[in-house]
């Protein structure tokens, strides 16, 4: 797949999204305790390595190697290479099941994979033996035998049973979107918590086909014989399996929860610092990366493909009035996004879900936009309502308006009446937004005046940073200002109140 050059040149920048993930190395503010973009070089950003590190890693097809350890590798790579694609429609119009089903072959090519062939069946609800009904099945067939496809995606998530006995029929490996989801994931995971992340939820995942995929299919297409696809397992190596499974799972969770405890200290340094975050969050590809760089001259990841972004990069920046807040570009939702991901995420989306202001931004040249927003909701409430937060406010905007014409910019705004329009590209809208995100940033409230020696100048500092200066004079005792200051600070200046 040709990836699109972004247009942002990264190439100035040290920084990307994996040298400012909260656990690798990340340069820390040493007043602030928050990270602060690294300093630029000459040499490629990270971001720019990473992308030409991942096209040359697009899968060659006809070559595959042998794996050997079934925690590590075996379940975890689908080496999908020329697939037919199959959706059951339950529910909405044709236009919905061809919008899933062209998502679902963007999965797939993002996932490295050739797609030859879609099919859809309007159905009340799957078959529960096979998916697709009898019929089809033999459709699908002929239609994988026609095109020399290897592989069949199932456009939803299939009981292990099903995956099994739709394999036997079509004698080709089948995967549902939730496994290439979880590909995907994994081949775009870069640090130790990412990377954790994934397999925790590819773990629990495979858990339960362990049998389907370590039995009868061989890992290579058509079952070949020999090799480790002849290793006859039986039950007493599913039951080894299995059991370096939990132990893996156990292993990962207890690492997963060790790095949420840094996470969450950084979390709570910001809050005591007083810096307001604001989340950008949104569908997958809809340009939160971008916007991200837009707002704040940095070269995060931006890539044509799905989930480019699997770890939060947070940079800093300030208002027009030169108050400070945090900016968190984070991992994409996508409909049908796999619990399994949500789950092991956690800690990621909380970066979304804990956050004074969420900037949710939507692709406007997509075609169901609104649906894309739904999504994102759906995922965002159930977070927060299982952590008892209440939603984050939210700012809704619209991005790619270079890519749409002026009538559907229109309908777009019917449509969204409070959304604010950007193009992250061309740069149309960044500054109303700037404006609107300060006007909706918890605002400092403590009134304060004092009187602060000049021996403590880093206080005065923070009141320009953090708070709102109404006037500032310097006397011959120190810095006399009057300011709105939040109430760490306003603790912090509470001896040189009324001083003098
Ligand atoms: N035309 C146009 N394309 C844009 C704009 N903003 C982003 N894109 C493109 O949309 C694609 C996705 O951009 P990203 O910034 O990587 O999107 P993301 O939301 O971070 O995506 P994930 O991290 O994969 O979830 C890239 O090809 C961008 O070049 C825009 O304003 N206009
Ligand atoms: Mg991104």
Redesign the pocket.
């Known amino acids: 797949m040709n ?2 050059s ?2 942002f040149s990264t190439s100035q920048f040290s920084t990307s999204q994996s040298s400012t993930s909260e656990f690798s190395t990340i340069d820390t503010d040493p007043v602030e305790g928050i990270e602060v973009d690294p300093v630029p070089s000459q040499a490629p950003s990270t971001g720019e390595m990473e992308r030409v590190e991942r096209a040359s890693l697009r899968r060659v097809p006809g070559l595959s190697t042998e794996l050997t350890d079934v925690t590590e590798v075996e379940n975890r790579q689908l080496r999908l290479e020329r697939v037919v694609l199959v959706g059951v429609w339950t529910e909405g119009n044709s236009e919905q099941a061809e919008a899933s089903l062209a998502e679902l072959g963007r999965l797939a090519e993002t996932a490295g994979s050739e797609v030859l062939e879609g099919l859809v069946q309007r159905r009340d609800r799957p078959d529960p033996a096979t998916y697709v009904g009898s019929g089809k099945v033999r459709e699908l067939r002929d239609v994988v035998v026609a095109t020399g496809a290897d592989s069949v995606v199932c456009d939803g998530e299939l009981a292990p049973g099903q995956l099994r006995q739709l394999e036997e029929k079509i004698q080709v490996k089948v995967v549902d979107r939730t496994a290439l989801i979880l590909d995907i994931f994994a081949q775009h995971a870069s640090s130790k918590e990412g990377k954790a992340q994934v397999e925790l939820a590819q773990l629990q995942y495979f858990l339960p086909r362990l049998r389907g995929w370590g039995a009868k299919m061989s890992r290579q297409s058509g079952g070949g014989s020999g090799g480790v696809g002849n290793r006859g397992p039986g039950e007493t190596k599913l039951e080894t399996d299995r059991r370096r499974v939990h132990k893996r799972i156990t292993k990962l969770r207890k690492e997963l929860e060790g790095m949420r405890t840094i996470r969450d200290t950084k979390r709570s340094q910001r809050v005591a610092n007083a810096v307001p975050s604001v989340a ?1 969050a ?13 707002m704040t001259n940095t070269g ?11 770890d939060p990069t947070t940079r800093r920046t300030s208002t027009p009035d030169g108050r400070n807040y945090t900016l968190v ?1 984070t ?3 996508v409909r049908h996004l796999p619990h399994q991901l949500v789950e092991a995420f956690r800690s990621t989306l909380e970066e979304v879900t804990g956050a004074d202001l969420l900037v949710h ?1 939507v ?1 406007g ?1 997509d075609a169901t936009p609104h649906e894309q927003v739904s999504s994102v909701r759906d995922v965002i409430r159930d977070i927060a309502e299982e952590h008892g937060q209440p939603m984050p406010p939210e700012l809704l905007v619209v ?5 749409v014409s002026a009538t559907r910019r229109a309908e777009l705004g019917r449509l969204m009446p409070s959304a604010v329009f ?5 740069g ?1 809208g960044i500054d109303s937004l700037r404006e609107t995100i300060a006007n909706l940033l918890p605002r400092p409230d403590v009134f304060v005046d004092a009187l602060v020696p000049y021996t403590r100048g880093e206080l005065v500092s923070r009141v320009h940073s953090e708070g709102e200066l109404v006037d500032e004079e310097y006397t011959a005792d120190g810095t006399h200002v009057r300011a709105k200051v939040r109430v760490d600070l306003a603790h912090a200046l509470e001896p040189f109140v009324g001083v003098g």
Do not use: C, M, R
């Open positions: 990836k699109p972004s247009q950008i949104g569908y997958t590809n809809a340009g939160k990366s971008s916007l991200l760089n837009a995060a990841l931006v890539e044509d493909a799905l989930f480019a972004t699997l570009d991992v994409g939702f931004i692709d040249s991005n790619k308006t270079d890519a950007v193009s992250a590209h061309g149309e």
